[in-house]
């Protein structure tokens, strides 16, 4: 699984959070869908990373599971515009942006570990345009060298939250690439364009950030590893899908909410990407 949503920033170490959530059971988490019919199969758990790495890395992840004995668990999830490199079975790998609907199916018992870099943090660290991941699964020993499935096995091993972080802290760190100041123009970019509903165009975000079309476009497919079209898009589809969970829906006036010209537009993109309409989605 690698479309968690976690707050932003960093703690130095030794005051480390480690939000612990049974899915479906606290707060809802962006972009997983039916976190209602989630709960009680997993347990996620968000620490923060080392504060050196903070510029980089949003959070760090845990997904853990027990099902023997019931049925398996297919979660969907409406990927974040960020690179993950996760420590699971049979190898680490590294995920690229998800531009469709990224689903992952839970049996058994088992546990993964993953790294959620901010948009554009993971640039430094690939040292290529990011647009070359995207609906890609790397093993991340292409990427980030043999060290890392040791690092891996050494992470899965345990099943301590803090201890787990604690070591993806050290395989980072001794990695960590020269500073580059577009990092952050990006990620406020990206901050921008998800945050704001009322920016629905492309023109508008790039006026917003006051670069032009064409360099918003290229620092996106160098950075993000997506255009700045999927984002607002991407954003508007998870607050609907958001929405949708917490209750009853007025889909005409969430619509206008969203910046699409009409009911049926909305529910024409969400029909590409989850499936479904999205009032059939809110029934189920």
Known sequence: MTSTDADGGAQPEGD???????????????GVLHPQGAAGRFTLEQPRPAAELGALVESYWTVRWDLRGRPAHEQKVLAHPQVHLVFEQPEAAVYGVDRGLFVRRLEGRGQVFGVKFRPGGFRPFWGRPVQELADRVVPAVDVLGAAVAGTARRVLELDDTPAMAALADAFLLARLPEPDPLVAEVAAMVDTATSDHTIVRVEQLAARCEVSVRT??????EYVGVGPKWVLRRARLQEAALRADAGVVDWTLLAADLGYADQAHLSRDFTAVVGLPPGRYARQ
Do not use: C, D, E, K
Request: hydrophobic share 40%.
């Open 16 to 30: 480390r959070a480690t939000g612990q959530t049974g899915a479906g059971a606290g707060p809802q988490v962006r």
């Open 216 to 221: 918003l476009q290229r620092l996106f497919a």
